[in-house]
């Protein structure tokens, strides 16, 4: 992999983590919405279905 397609991933990984730790809080601060766990995982599939794409055309 080049070193562009690394760094794509690592930021696509790191926006991620953001979305999802900002989803469980926001569930944890409103616990009307749903159970915190089950957001933060909905959304860490989204991010692995996200960047597991990118990891398979960068690989060689």
Known sequence: ???FVLL???LLFL???LVVGG???AVYR???LTQPLMVAMA???V???MVTP???VGAP
């Open 23 to 25: 989803r469980a809080y």
């Open 15 to 17: 926006v991620g983590l």
């Open 43 to 45: 959304a860490a599939t």
């Open 47 to 49: 991010l692995v279905a």
């Open 8 to 10: 794509v991933v690592l």
């Open 30 to 32: 409103r616990l009307v």
């Open 54 to 56: 990118v990891v398979a």
């Open 1 to 3: 992999m080049s070193t």
